[in-house]
């Protein structure tokens, strides 16, 4: 075909595309519904004019559309690598991890359901092979949710629900293009019928091969951007080479999942990227990737559409029943996931409650689109596959997924109305009308500023406040004859509002560099989890997630004994800087949350609610101050090389400001700007590397700093160091309990405890220990401690402690003193516990 006549097409299509959008919102209809719409009416007008005896003016353009080039390499080698790897960079995969498993149930059980279900329904209803019928399956496990979450984002859905939905949505396409690709390849070798066991037992050699391919084509593609991190269109062209190179290398040369290398070199990169790339340069990155995926995913809909009229022409009446069995099997298949699956899960506690309304909503919201038609043209394609075969695959796979589009999208707003899921709660409606109260008396203050200023006339002035005077007094009226909240409700509803907050304030520091990016996803990952927790729970969920902010994560401790057991310290030294930085932006987060909470706050929910979320931010920040502190007495010098970095970069933001207001203001020219701003660039470069954490140093200081080993030389210091195990406890878990077996002795390096025995309890705090009371004797009653912070401890095995015990004095009093607090013999305790 000339290539004017496909470049003019391809212009069309782009002109059909910008007109979609806006036509899908005045009809309120998914995007991807008038997508292919559109497209099967370009496609049978083509055939409708070719055929016709009407006119032949339209014959050579109805020509060039059914004749254009559309093959299924085309849509997977170019659309589907575009698709996959923005929606793996867009996603917050931090937060999906707290969601895995309900995302995996979704994604790859329902697919395999959903290919085994349709299977053994048609391979019962048809006589085509048990491997055909499993191979059509496959084509149409894969679902397209995004209606769905689009309409879930406009209603106000719980945004965990909206991430669940989008990680399946991304998952389930891999799933069930690995899946395709199984089957296929038993239907082209003549395997009627496949043994399922070995057929599934190739599916994670398929997975595994591609994952560790796309792993480690972005490891090469991250290391090359960062070379490239002066050169931001060098970074982003780097980028757009990866996904395809990825899905080529994998499919071609590894001859794995190509799928599933895209997903796992996008995932690789998203976890990555943020703290090896520029900030601005991963926003803009984000951008392009944005667009493409835009046109991606139009194009590869609208031209599937343009297929359909023809995978359709050889359709028989018999088809229909068979179309028939592919509907009622595949919404079977996912019904029973999610009111029979997915229930069982929030049982188990390992996902979140989805209500009834929701769970039909995603039933009914799980579309077909491009990727089933993508792949039921690839069979058509394959001279390989028998005829009758290929007729079947492109019927069935283009009549389910015309049902889904016309049927189910076209109702699925219609659906979600009368579920009820469009309207506002009670509490939402009451609190909507109390926004807008105060919305409307800060607005009037403002415009009364704004008429002084401006000197306008008196009378167009005094009408239009009579009139605005008059609506507010309305809204008023009606917000203080609301008796819907109560006072519960509006503590939760604050404490949302102030995660928000939270989390504005937190993309602010970012964008003004004050936090770095490395750090960013992280903690706007614990201003989620607040929301969130604070939605589900109120005021507990919300003290939760605050709490866990600032927890030792397993990662940590898993780090730790890496560094104890086995010398390796490097997964120590990082988490424990992570950490550092972690808190002291938190620190500087919430200094800025109380203004909010007196303005705002107070203006919306009242003097008590503010005056309790207050009391729940003062606590927040002695948590953080306590962990922060705990740090410092562990590490002091690398605290202090932490604070000369914020504050270096802090002048360099307020730097770069300045010159920006002196180019603004025409005091110096653009020559001279660039010029600062490049060296400018160079010194922040430099203020964006963190400093080098020397645990064994550190340790030596630590150990030095307790008052127990201050009559110790150097050498004895540097030796119990060496003996000493690091363990970390978070606040409320249990240290020692009263059953448990004697570890050691305990010292106590930051943090705090609590000792239980006999009915009394006894606090202790940085520089004591524990524990030598069950060491020494076998007589006394064991005691249960609990952290009550963020503690970190080092244990010392019970023959180390013993001979410690023996050489210093400073040890033995503090043994003695601890001993008669509990009413035990000192010298019976000092001479082996016998007597």
């Known amino acids: 075909m000339d290539i004017v006549v496909v470049s003019a097409i391809i212009a069309s299509l782009f002109l059909v595309i910008g007109a979609a959008e806006p036509l899908a919102a005045r009809l309120r209809l998914p995007f991807s519904v008038i997508l292919a719409l559109l497209g099967i009416l370009i496609g049978s007008g083509a055939i409708f004019f070719l055929r016709t005896d009407l006119t032949d003016a339209l014959n050579p353009v109805a020509e060039a559309i059914l004749g254009f080039p559309i093959r299924s390499n085309v849509f997977l080698y170019v659309f589907l690598p575009t698709l996959l790897f923005q929606a793996t960079l867009g996603m917050n995969l931090r937060r999906m991890i707290d969601d895995w498993v309900p995302i995996m149930v979704l994604a790859v059980v329902a697919v395999v359901v959903a290919t085994l279900s349709v299977g053994y329904a048609l391979s019962w209803a048809s006589a085509l092979p048990l491997a055909a019928c499993l191979l059509i399956g496959a084509i149409v496990s894969t679902t397209d949710p995004s209606a769905v979450v689009s309409i879930f984002r406009s209603i106000s859905a719980p945004r965990r629900l909206s991430r669940i939905i989008e990680g399946e949505s991304l998952l389930n396409d891999a799933a069930a293009i690995a899946l395709f690709g199984l089957f296929m390849g038993f239907v082209m070798l003549g395997v009627p019928d496949p043994e399922l066991g070995a057929a599934l037992r190739q599916f994670p050699l398929l997975i595994a091969g591609g994952a560790v391919t796309g792993w480690l084509a972005a490891r090469v593609t991250i290391w090359i951007m960062a070379l490239f991190r002066a050169h931001e269109l060098a970074m982003i062209s780097v980028c757009v080479a990866l996904p395809y190179l990825a899905y080529i290398g994998s499919e071609q040369i590894v001859g794995a999942s190509g799928v599933i290398a895209v997903v796992a070199a996008g995932l690789s990169l998203n976890l990555a990227g943020p703290g090896r790339l520029p900030p601005q340069a991963w926003t803009n990155l984000g951008e392009v990737w944005n667009l493409l995926a835009h046109w991606a995913g139009a194009l590869i809909f609208i031209l599937a559409a343009l297929l359909i009229p023809r995978l359709l022409e050889g359709v028989q009446v018999s088809d229909f029943i068979l179309i028939g069995v592919v509907i009622v099997a595949a919404l079977a298949a996912r019904a029973v996931v999610l009111f029979g699956l997915l229930p069982l899960l929030t049982l188990m506690r390992v996902s979140p409650q989805v209500e009834r309304p929701y769970r039909t909503a995603i039933l009914w919201g799980g579309l077909r689109g491009a990727v089933t038609l993508a792949l039921a043209l690839a069979v058509t394609e394959s001279l390989r596959v028998p005829g009758e075969v290929k007729r079947l695959v492109g019927i069935l796979a283009t009549g389910f997924t015309l049902f889904t589009l016309l049927a189910q999208g076209t109702t699925l707003r219609l659906v979600i109305g009368r579920l009820g899921l469009d309207r506002l709660s009670p509490i939402d409606e009451a609190m909507s009308r109390q926004v807008v109260a105060v919305a409307l008396q800060n607005v009037r203050e403002d415009v009364a500023r704004t008429t002084d200023a401006y000197a306008l006339t008196h009378e167009v002035v005094r009408s239009e406040a009579k009139a605005f005077g008059e609506r507010l007094e309305k809204v008023v009226r009606a917000t203080e004859d609301i008796d819907d909240i109560l006072d519960r409700d509006r503590i939760t509803l604050g404490l949302i509002a102030l995660a928000g907050f939270e989390r504005d304030t937190i993309l602010a520091r970012v964008r003004e560099r004050t936090i770095s ?245 006894w606090r202790l705090g940085r520089g004591e220990m524990f524990g030598q009371i069950t060491i020494l004797t076998k007589n006394a009653r064991r005691a249960e401690v609990r952290a009550i912070a963020p503690t970190t401890l080092l244990v010392l095995d019970v023959a180390r402690f013993r001979s410690l015990l023996k050489r210093s004095v400073t040890v033995r009093e503090a043994v003695r003193t601890s001993a008669e607090q509990r009413g035990i013999n000192p010298d019976i305790l000092l001479s082996g516990g016998r007597g």
């Open 517 to 761: 990016a490395r750090m960013a996803e992280q903690i706007l990952l614990d201003a989620d989890r607040l929301i969130e927790g604070a939605r589900a729970g109120g005021r507990n969920g919300y003290q939760r997630a605050a709490r866990k902010s600032v927890a030792y994560g397993r990662g940590f401790r898993a780090a730790g004994l890496l560094h104890s057991r086995l010398g390796i310290s490097a997964p120590l030294v990082r988490l424990t800087a992570d950490r550092f930085e972690l808190l002291l932006s938190q620190r500087l987060t919430l200094r800025d949350l109380d203004a909010f909470i007196e303005g705002r706050i107070n203006r919306i929910h009242g003097r008590r609610v503010a005056d309790l979320l207050l009391e729940l931010l003062a606590r927040r920040i002695e948590i953080v101050e306590t962990a922060l502190d705990g740090l410092r007495l562990q590490y002091p010098g690398y605290a202090e090389e932490l604070e000369r970095r914020f504050i270096r970069r802090t002048a360099l933001r307020l730097e770069e400001r300045e010159y920006t207001a002196m180019r603004e203001d025409g005091l110096i020219g653009a020559e001279v700007y660039t010029t600062l701003l490049q060296d400018l660039g160079a010194r922040r470069a430099q203020a964006e590397d963190r400093p080098t954490l020397d645990i064994a140093l550190q340790r030596f200081e630590l150990v030095r700093q307790f008052p127990l080993f201050a009559d110790m030389d150097d050498k004895t210091v540097r030796q119990l160091g060496r003996a000493l195990k690091t363990q970390y406890a978070n606040a409320g878990s249990t240290v020692v309990s009263k059953d448990g077996t004697a570890k050691g002795v305990y010292f106590i390096a930051s943090g705090a405890v609590e000792l239980e025995s006999a009915g009394q309890t």
